[in-house]
T-cell receptor, first 115, second 111 residues
Framework: GAGVSQTPSNKVTEKGKYVELRCDPI?????LYWYRQSLGQGPEFLIY????????DSGLPNDRFFAVRPEGSVSTLKIQRTERGDSAVYLC?????????????FGEGSWLTVV | DAKTTQPNSMESNEEEPVHLPCNHS???????IHWYRQLPSQGPEYVIH???SNVNNRMASLAIAEDRKSSTLILHRATLRDAAVYYC????????????FGAGTRLFVKA
């Protein structure tokens, strides 16, 4: 597709369950970002990939959160033992490279609700 | 990471110009100034970016102060579809990947 694609668009899960959120970046983009956004707030940085490696995962809130990008394209954000506080919109974005002059393109987000 | 300061909200009339300010007093020489906006229930979308010179594109203009400690996003004729949260962010080549967003400015457009 032409843009960043995220699936599922909506996910409702029970507290304690495991969740995976998928991101398909724009073809050819080497940089991939995950953000989390709570209601009324700006996006909060979680992790950045350059190619297959996580160049910066300092935004991951705790060890229940993990993300992979094994082939340098699709990425999966994994959340273990979900808690109600994990409810948020999870945004994925990509850019051609991590260069600061490059535009970042965002997906529509995956809305996660933990009940 | 260098931070930005924006007003929480602004209001404009339709068809009138809008000037959205952003302060970034701790900006470094290699920081690019980016503006994104987020419409309700959508991901942020790119608006414009610049380094030192003023920039124009089909969506908006970006005016950068000479000392680069502030910038202004200019929407030349606001429409109802421009009602969104506007984020001013700084990106540099060392921490550009981290790209920290603030709370942004919520723009209300009145018909």
């Amino acid at each position: 597709g032409a843009g960043v694609s995220q699936t599922p668009s909506n996910k409702v899960t029970e507290k304690g369950k495991y969740v995976e959120l998928r991101c398909d970046p724009i073809s050819g983009h080497t940089a991939l970002y995950w953000y989390r956004q709570s209601l009324g707030q700006g996006p909060e940085f979680l992790i950045y990939f350059q190619g297959t490696g996580a160049a910066d995962d300092s935004g991951l809130p705790n060890d229940r959160f993990f993300a992979v990008r094994p082939e340098g394209s699709v990425s999966t954000l994994k959340i273990q033992r979900t808690e109600r506080g994990d409810s948020a919109v999870y945004l994925c974005a990509s850019s051609l490279t991590g260069n600061s002059g490059n535009t970042i393109y965002f997906g529509e987000g995956s809305w996660l609700t933990v009940v | 990471d260098a931070k930005t300061t924006q007003p929480n909200s602004m209001e404009s009339n339709e068809e009138e110009p809008v000037h959205l300010p952003c302060n970034h007093s701790t900006i470094s020489g290699t920081d690019y100034i980016h503006w994104y906006r987020q419409l309700p229930s959508q991901g942020p979308e790119y608006v414009i970016h610049g380094l030192t010179s003023n920039v124009n594109n089909r969506m908006a203009s970006l005016a950068i102060a000479e000392d680069r400690k502030s910038s202004t996003l200019i929407l030349h004729r606001a429409t109802l579809r421009d009602a969104a949260v506007y984020y001013c962010i700084l990106r540099d080549d060392t921490g550009g990947f981290k790209t920290i967003f603030g709370a942004g400015t919520r723009l209300f457009v009145k018909a």
